[in-house]
C-alpha cells in the first residue's frame, strides 16, 4: 500500500506506555502552512481509511488543501457524539424504533447499538416557573420530574439498555459546560492508539468545547444518529478564515462584549460553512473560558467551528479543572510530537484573514432579534426608538386616542389596569415614539408601578455561552453585592433568574459570598441547565401577563445567552437583548432598555443621590482575586465524581430495563418513530414533483425556531388540540421540546411558530390557505387537507433558511407534513443536511434570483424535474411554476445534494433509513 496513511503510522511512548498514533511529519508537502483543523481532519482520514468510505482521494484533498479550497466532499469520523435532552430524546425514540423493526424483520435488536462512546446531558428541561425565592429551585425541580417523567424513563433505559451510552441526569448542568470542564480529553486514548478528542454534538452551540482545543460542530441528530451507527460524516471540504486578535480587552468590558463584536464581524463577513480558527498576540491574554466564550457562538457567526489551538493556555485549564497529571502529559507530548501544539509562530495561509483589536471593545448587547445585531450600550436607547417604531407596524393607534382608564379584572385577586400615557414627568427618554408609547398602570397588593414599552419583564442570567466564564459570573456578583451597597434593588416586574451550567458555579459563588448578593436582587439559582435560552423562561407572573397582552406591550428581556430569535425566549416578549451576566444585572436595576447606561443613572439612592453604572463596576483586579481566592480543583472533583448518579428522583425512576424497550401506547410523550416500521428492503423509485402546491412562502433569515419551536404552545394551536383530545390538561402540556419523542405532537407543531409570516396566508404565525379553496387554516390542517389530495408540497424561502439550533424536528416534521422540496436562496448549514437526511431536496435559487424576482406569489403549480434521471451531485433541475391566470414561469435551480452518499440518502427517504438497510442486508 503506497498510500500516505501506510507510512504515517507510528509509536510513542508516554511514561512508560506505548501507543500507535497516524503522524503528520514528513507526509508529502509537509503541513506546517495547514491550519491546525484542517490537520485534525487530515489525521481523521489517515487513521481512519479502508479504501472504501474513505480513500486516497481524501487524504490527497486534505493533504494539498489551499486557501481556495477544491470543492470535494470530505469524510469525518468523529471520537465520540454529545446529546442533550431534546434533540437526544428523537435519537434514542429512533435508536429504539430501529431495534423494534430489525426484531419485526427476525433479527437480533442487540446488533442496534452506538458505535462510539455517546454522553447524554439531560439539560433542557428545567422551566423557571418559581423565581426569586429560596425554595425556586426545588419547586423548579419537582415540576420537572412531574412533566418529564415518561421522557426521563426512556433515557434512563437508554442508560442500560444501549451499548456505548452515558447519561448524566437532571440537575447536574448544561452539556456543553460539562463538556468543557469534565468529558473532553484534548487527546483520546483507545485501543492502544491516541488521536485528537473530536465529535460532534446534536445542539449547534457544541462547538463551544472548540476553546479547549477539541474540533467538534453541531449536526442534527439524523446525522449524529447515522455516525453513532458508524457511518462516517462528509461534507465540503473547508474554507478556513483566521481569526487575528491583538490587544487586550478593557477593563470596562468583558468577553461578552468581545464575542458579541465577533459575531458582528463574521457575519457581516459570511462564514456560513467554513471553519473560522483564531491566532494572533491578543489569544496570550484569554483564558480558555474566554475562548469557550468565543467559540460557543460559531452558529451565531454561521461558521461550522471557531477553533482554538492547544497551547499553554489549555494545559493551565485542564489542571484547574482536575484533569489527571497523566492525561495532561498526554496531550502536551502528543501535540507537541504530532505538529498540533500552538507556540505563536506559526506561519499558516489562512482563506482570508478578519482582524480585532480587543482594546477597541466597547461595552456591548445584541438584539432585539438576531444575535448579529450589535448595538452598543451608549446606542441601545435611540435603538430602541427604532426597533419600536418597527413593532408598530400593525397600525397601533396613538397612546392619546386610546380610553385613559380601562380597569380589568382578570390580573390576579386585588390587581387593577390603568392604560394610557406614563403621567409621570420625565419619564419618557424616546421623544421621537413618545406619542404611541404604550403604557400600563398596575396596581397590585400595595404596590403601584408601570409598564410599558421598553420595559424589562425576564432579566436570566443563564446559558453555558457565559455561565462557564467565571470572570463574568464573579462579575455579576461583585456588581450586585456594589449596588446593594448603594441602595439599589432590581425593579419589582421582573422576572430574575440564575441558572449555572455546573454546580461549580454555585461552589465558587458561595465560597465567596457573592450568591447572598445575587439573591439579595433575587438572582436565586432557578435550575442547572437551559432555561431563558432554550424558551423555559416559564410564565410571566400574571398581572405582568395580563398588562403585556391587553395592552399590547412590546416588553423586553435581557438574558446572558446566545439565542434571541423570535417568540423563544417568551411568546410575550418581542424584544430580547443579548449582553453579559453583569449587565443583566444592571438592566434588572433599571427595568427597562429604554437608557444609556453608560450616562443616565441607573437609579437613585435612598438618599436621592443618583448611582450610574461606573459607581458599581467591579475593576478586573478585584474579579481576579475572588477568583483566585474562590475557585478550588477540588470543585470540580466533588462535582464530577457524581456526574451520573442523579438526584433521588432519578434514582426512584421505576423503569423495565429490558434491552428492547417497552413502549406505552397510551404516552403522549413517547412514541415509535413512523419512519422505519415494516421497510421494504429497497426503497421507491425517486421521481420528479409534480403539480406540488406551496405550503408556505417565506422570507429571509427563517431559523429552525420558526420552523419547529421549543417552547410552550396554547390549547388553540394543532398540538395543544391533539393533546387535549388525548385527555391531557393544558398545564400539563409542556413544551415542545419536552415532547420531541412524540411525532404526533411535534408534526403538529412544525412551523407553528406565533411569528413566523407566511406570505400566502395574510395572518402571523402558524397558518397556511388552501389554495383549492382560499380556506386559511393552520400549517397543519392544511398540510393533511393536501395529504388526502395526494398533492406534493414545497416551500418558498429567502436566504438563510434554517438558520440557528440544529434542530432535527425541523426536518422530521416538514417531510412528515408532506413536503417534498424547500426551493430558497440559500440555506443554513446543519438544517440543509438534515433536510436530504429526511428525504426532503434542498433546492437553491440561481445566483441573483429570489421568488420575489422571479414574481411569484405562492398560488402557482410547480412541476420539478430532473429528479428522476441520472441524478448527480449539485445537479440543476428544471421548474415550471403556472399561476391561476395561466402565466407561466420557468427556471432552473441547483439541487443540494452534495455528494453520492446524500444522493443515497435522498433516495433512501433518509439517512436512518439508508443505514437499516444496510444492516438488514449485512446481518
Known sequence: MNTPNAKSVQELIINGKKYNYSSLKNLPGGVDHLPFSIRILLENVLRNYDGFSITDEHIDTLLKWTPAPVDKDIPFKPARILMQDFTGVPAVVDMASLRAEFVRQGKDGQKINPAIPVDLVIDHSVQVDFFGTDYSYDKNVELEFERNKERYELLKWAQSGLNNFTVVPPGMGICHQVNLEYLAKGVISRDGWLFPDTLVGTDSHTPMVNGIGVIAWGVGGIEAEAAMLGQPIFFTCPEVVGLKLTGKIPDHCTATDMVLSITKILRDRGVVGKFVEVFGEGLDHLTVTDRATISNMSPEFGCTVTYFPIDKRTLEYMHSTNRSQEQIQIVEEYCKENLLWRTGQEEIKYSSVAELDLSTLEPTVSGPKRPQDKILVKDLSQRFSEVLKDEHHRNYEPVSKRTEYAWLADGGSGTEFTFGKVPIEGELHSEVIQDTLRTVRIKQNNSEFILGDGSIVIAAITSCTNTSNPAVMIGAGLLARNAIEKGLRTKSWVKTSLAPGSKVVTKYLERSGLNTDLEALRFHTVGYGCTSCIGNSGPLPPAIATAVDKGELVVASVLSGNRNFEARVHPQVKMNFLMSPMLVVAYALVGKVDINLTKDPLDYDPNGQPVYLKDIWPSREDIQNTINECMKQQDFEDVYNVIFDGSEDWQDLEVNLDQNFEWNKNSTYIKEAPFFENIQANPDTVTDIKNARVLLYLGDSVTTDHISPAGSFKEDSAAGSYLKSNSVNNEDFNSYGSRRGNHEVMMRGTFANVRIKNKIADIEGGYSRYLPTGEVKTVFDTAMQY????????????????????????????????????????????????????????????????????????????????LEENLTPHKILNVQAIHPSGKETVFTVEARLDSAIEIEYYKNQGILQYVLREYLKNN
Not at 806 to 829: C, M, N, P, Q, Y
Not at 831 to 858: C, I, K, Q, T, Y
Open 787 to 866: 395529504q388526502s389530495d395526494h398533492t406534493p408540497l414545497i416551500i418558498l424561502a429567502g436566504k438563510e433558511y434554517g438558520s440557528g439550533s440544529s434542530r432535527d424536528w425541523a426536518a422530521k416534521g416538514t417531510f412528515l407534513l408532506g413536503v417534498r422540496a424547500v426551493i430558497a436562496e440559500s440555506f443554513e448549514r446543519i438544517h440543509r443536511s438534515n433536510l436530504v437526511g429526511m428525504g426532503v431536496a434542498p433546492l437553491v435559487f440561481n445566483a441573483g434570483e429570489s421568488a420575489v424576482s422571479l414574481g411569484l406569489d405562492g398560488t402557482e403549480t410547480y412541476n420539478i424535474t430532473g
